[in-house]
């Protein structure tokens, strides 16, 4: 590999000191003069039609500026879920509607001089429901009689309204019937995970206004610009180019801001009282008025030969996308086709039915799916590996997916279609389990299961992971460079820095194509008048997609830069070289020019600005892999498991800023053990939350960390800008299998279902004793 | 609404600060410009509206701006000196401890309370302190590891 000088660094973030300074660059850090406050009145059942409404009490309170009932507002058909159109999510949502469909769905929305006045509006709004009865049990939701969510004609893209199915997704590849009839062994197991909600520590945030133009400017906490600017313009019915989206810094989304969740109706309201409007999700409200991660019920079969060669496998998943299907078909898509895949066996087969239910809507989080199907086969694959009495370290290597492997299930199941096949071209997975089991002490943790005092018990396991990097063939991005007076250049990106340090990579990029120190780039992004277009930051996409195109716009923008010192230099293009903000002759005399001097040049004498653009996608998405592996202490008395230390390795191609790609590993499996052991939204049999705040809704605090061991195996991506592919998502899919590994490891017992709670262990440690006495 | 003077000092100056009884420090503090201090959940549960009162860390959403009278008040827009850095401002940069951003004013202060009682904390001291801080992006290794690194840098600056 050629030696880097920005690329490959641990370079410190360019929004770092605003970030440790405090500045104002979150959506809420502005004085918008007149600004009212927005706020909806949730749904307080969790299926119910609006039978009378009166908000004329409301309106008379002094303050209120704006009340908007479903009768107040288009009927607009759409997805709230952040896709490249056509979006793949069916059309099932409306601004505001005269039907409940979940606790916390909108009835109705003020705008108001503060925040009081605002609350105190909506309880002088009169509502008379008829209630319906709920689906609250995904398992109820298809059942002949079951209440239907949405009977309303004007849906589209459900796929069977009347039994609650939102999405149906069946692939086969090869013949699954004929695998497991070859099979010496076959193991199937049911699996169950839950609602996983994603606690930005910035809740959802909106501020809109009229622009001197009469524009309405929206400046929100979004992963997605584009996509909310074309989607807000649809529903509010107004050109897109009379909307401005801008992107402040946004204090994290993990998916749960790919989303137009608040955008449109703030923008209503903006329209309703022609005044600047601030409308925010509190603590609670985003809890369960926000996305959160599909509950799946997985139902994994797998059949392998004497020798440990996987033949066949098998997920057949119900899984339910609560009241409305943003994401539906494509995160469920992923647990069949970035799941299965792992392994090379010749036949597979995935079934999914994602249906309705009168509960918190599920969308984008990181993993998209993978965390749950990852669960369920890497715990299975733990099970085969035992009965052949086979180390699960050697059945992985045996049969993993490897270099010059092609994936045909991802050529079956894209993007909520048919996709394109997968040629693993750069593939470091059997190097993370090597050092990821080196790290947790492996060979010799795997028989020892005592801990320092009898009841406590040691036990070690582990699994792999592996994702995507983009969305093949969907997902594209465009770069803009140009050059200044002082030899720096103003990079423009769609591109949407959500916290994981996009800004500092794109940039980094840049700066290495260009050969110019880091602090010679500008960077803006993701703001829609300023910035050309790019899909958003999910999927996992942004350092190789917009990575993608800000090269190719940073190489188109060399050549000018090289033009220019060429005549200055009076050689050849092809003779000159760059580096450290200069262009030098690479013959023995080695004449240099500095990029202010070809800037000035261009600039004044020529009178032209070296400036370009560029638009990238592939038509492949290069998978970064992962292998987890976690040390447990499990209390026999009490059930608590302790995780006592997680060891990570991925391969993400090559890392553009390592300390920064271990930052997005440590935080994905800090998500990730939470996901594994503590955060569970819970609703009641009415579907009401049960603990929408952080005392009752456990995350992982700096106290309840254990060790964390993160390494970087690089390898060369052929499709990734410098040999990257990506790495925020994957490692959050290896936490729960691996712990549940662990666990059995450790007392023998096998667990799952997530969250994995102190009862469920405890309970089948005592089924465990009593199924012993009785032989 | 009867208002009511706060005569209080925030970032070493004095200020005369007219609020309603009932209102809240974060919500005055943001009013008055201070934006560094985050609206997180406003229940004293997520820390990042954390300021340092009289040298010790508080959760600003739990308290009536009127409990600050006379007091002594650092927001995040305050630790630098002159535009110069504090050590633990420096090594979240160094050590990619700030990922969003958004909760690392609170755990920033929270840090500086901490190494002002106590300029040597092991790391499990440093957790502790921190633990009232909840962050989503980082895992906390980053920042753990930038506090240490900062006392070991603040220590050798103080000398033996």
């Known amino acids: 590999m050629r030696e880097r000088h920005v690329v490959g660094h641990n370079v410190r973030k360019v929004d770092g000191v605003a970030l440790v300074t405090g500045g104002p660059v979150f959506t809420d850090d502005v004085r918008i003069p007149g600004m009212l406050y927005g706020k909806i009145l949730p749904s307080p059942h969790a299926h119910a039609i609006v039978k009378h409404i009166h908000t004329a009490k409301a309106r008379a309170l002094a303050g209120v500026r704006a009340v908007l009932t479903y009768r107040d507002v288009p009927r607009v058909p759409h997805t709230t879920a952040g896709q490249a159109w056509p979006e793949p999510s069916p059309y099932d949502t409306y601004l505001l509607d005269s039907k409940m469909r979940f606790v916390g769905d909108r009835v109705a929305a003020v705008a108001a001089e503060s925040r009081a006045i605002a609350e105190e509006a909506l309880r002088l709004i009169d509502v008379e429901y008829d209630v319906l009865p709920a689906v609250i049990d995904m398992e109820q939701a298809m059942a002949p009689g079951a209440p239907v969510i949405h009977d309303e004609p004007d849906s589209t893209k459900i796929h069977d309204r009347s039994r609650n199915i939102a999405g149906y997704i069946l692939r086969e590849i090869g013949n699954v019937e004929e695998g497991f009839r070859e099979a010496d062994y076959i193991v199937e197991r049911e699996y169950r995970t839950h609602r996983q909600q994603h606690t930005p520590l910035e809740p959802h945030i909106t501020i809109c206004w009229l622009d001197p133009n009469g524009r309405l400017v929206i400046r929100s906490s979004t992963q997605v610009p584009y996509h909310c600017r074309r989607q807000v313009a649809m529903i509010l019915q107004m050109p897109v180019s009379r909307v401005h989206v801008i992107k402040p810094r946004i204090g994290g989304g993990f998916g749960g801001k790919q989303e137009m969740l608040l955008e449109d109706i703030c923008g209503a309201l903006t329209l309703a009282s022609r005044r600047p409007v601030k409308m925010e999700y509190t603590r609670e409200e985003e809890f369960y008025m926000a996305r959160s991660r599909h509950p799946q019920i997985l139902r994994m079969k797998m059949g392998v030969k004497r020798d440990g060669a996987v033949v066949a496998s098998q997920l057949t998943v119900l899984a339910t996308t609560g009241a409305y299907g943003s994401h539906a078909n494509t995160v469920q898509g992923n647990t069949g086709s970035k799941v299965l895949p792992l392994y090379r066996a010749p036949h597979m087969r995935f079934e999914c039915h994602v249906v309705y239910t009168n509960m918190p809507v599920a969308g984008a989080f990181r993993g998209y799916g993978c965390p749950q199907g990852f669960f369920a086969q890497e715990s299975l694959v733990d099970e085969i590996a035992e009965q052949l009495g086979m180390d699960p370290v050697e059945f992985h290597l045996q049969n993993a997916i490897r270099l010059g492997d092609t994936d045909k299930l991802s050529a079956q199941l894209g993007e909520g279609r048919e996709g394109l096949p997968r040629l693993v071209r750069s593939c470091g997975l059997p190097q993370c389990v090597e050092k990821a089991a080196a790290a947790i002490g492996w060979a010799e943790k795997r028989r020892v299961h005592n801990g320092p005092r009898p009841h406590l018990k040691r036990g070690v396991g582990m699994a792999c992971t592996m994702q995507g990097s983009g969305i093949a063939g969907v997902d594209w991005a465009s770069a803009f460079l140009k050059m200044n007076e002082d030899g720096s250049f103003f990079l423009q990106v769609g591109a949407s820095d959500v916290g994981g340090g996009a800004d500092t990579v794109l940039s980094q990029i840049a700066a290495e194509a260009l050969g110019v120190t880091l602090d010679k780039i500008v960077i803006a992004s993701g703001d829609t008048d300023n910035t050309p277009f790019d899909v958003g930051a999910y999927a996992s996409s942004t350092t190789i997609i917009s990575g993608g195109a800000v090269k190719k716009a940073a190489e188109k923008v060399l050549t000018q830069v090289l033009a220019v010192a060429a005549q200055l230099l009076e050689t050849p293009m092809e003779k000159l070289g760059r580096g450290n903000n200069e262009v030098f002759t690479l013959c023995e005399c080695r004449k240099a020019v500095s990029m202010t001097e070809i800037a000035m040049h261009a600039m004044y004498k020529e009178k032209f600005q070296i400036m370009d653009g560029a638009s990238h996608f592939n038509t492949d998405s290069p998978p970064p892999f992962c292998a987890t592996f976690a040390e447990v202490e499990v209390d026999t008395e009490t059930g608590q498991v302790r995780v006592l230390h997680l060891a990570t390795a991925v391969d993400p191609g090559v890392a553009v800023n390592p300390m920064q790609a271990e930052g997005q590993v440590e935080g994905a499996v800090t998500q990730g053990l939470g996901y594994a052991l503590t955060e569970e939204l819970l609703l009641d049999g009415a579907g009401r939350p049960l603990n929408p705040n952080f005392l009752d809704y456990k995350i992982f605090s700096a106290m309840d960390m254990p060790k964390l061991t993160t390494i970087l195996v690089e390898t060369d991506e052929p499709l990734g800008p410098f040999g990257a592919k990506s790495i925020s998502e994957v490692p959050i899919n290896g936490p729960a299998p691996a712990i549940a590994n662990a666990i059995y490891n450790a007392v023998g017992v096998r667990i799952r279902k997530l969250p994995i709670r102190p009862e469920d262990v405890l309970h089948a440690l005592h089924a465990q004793a009593e199924a012993c006495a009785t032989l | ?160």
């Not at chain 2, 974060?26 to 410009?33: A, I, K, N, P």
Request: glycine share 10%.
């Open chain 2, 1 to 160: 609404m009867k208002m009511m003077d706060l005569p209080v000092t925030v970032n070493g100056r004095s200020r005369a600060w007219s609020i309603a009884p009932g209102e809240l420090l974060l919500d005055v503090l943001r009013r008055e410009g201070f934006f560094g201090v985050k609206r997180g959940c406003e229940q004293g549960e997520c820390g990042a509206c954390t300021v340092l009162v009289n040298g010790r860390a508080v959760n600003s959403c739990l308290m009536f701006a009127a409990q600050v009278e006379g007091c002594d008040v650092l927001t995040i827009e305050g630790l630098a000196d002159n535009g110069k850095l504090h050590p633990i401002q420096e090594a979240f940069l160094d050590h990619g401890a700030a990922q969003c951003g958004f909760c690392t004013p609170g755990m920033i202060l929270s840090a500086k309370a901490l190494l002002d009682r106590n300029p040597h904390p092991t790391e499990a001291e440093v957790r502790e302190a921190l633990a009232g801080n909840l962050c989503r992006c980082t895992g906390y290794l980053k920042p753990v590891e930038a506090v240490l690194a900062a006392a070991a840098r603040m220590a050798e600056e103080v000398g033996p």
